[in-house]
């Protein structure tokens, strides 16, 4: 049996979820200039997360960026422009959905 304490609990992790994703898509939104500019030369997420380190732009959590951060961004930025993926390649040609609401689907 659920509790209004269980009900409260489900309900702000859904707010957060909701809340960390909107922040991540206006972050990708934020960046999307940076890398349409970093993606005339680089053709890796390796290289993608180095010209960003080398211009001094933090990684979402501060530090530095790597590779997954770089797939994740696109991922997010790819929702944000709702046309499909922003960088095409080997490494990466994103889903039209993010990794959290991939698994809020699969629950």
């Given at each position: 049996m659920k509790t209004a304490l269980d009900r409260f609990t489900v309900k702000g992790r859904e707010t957060s979820i909701r809340v960390r994703q909107e922040r991540a898509r206006q972050r990708a939104a934020d960046l999307a200039p940076v890398i349409e500019e970093i993606r005339g030369g680089a053709t890796t997420l390796q290289a993608i997360a180095k010209a960003l380190n080398a211009r001094d732009i933090p990684?979402?959590?501060?530090?530095?960026w790597t590779p997954v951060q770089v797939s994740r961004l696109l991922t997010y930025a790819a929702a944000v422009h709702d046309d499909g993926p922003v960088f095409e390649g080997d490494a990466l040609a994103g889903p039209s959905v993010t990794?959290?609401?991939?698994?809020?689907?699969?629950e």
């Open positions: 990684a979402p959590r501060g530090g530095h990794p959290v609401e991939q698994r809020a689907r699969q």
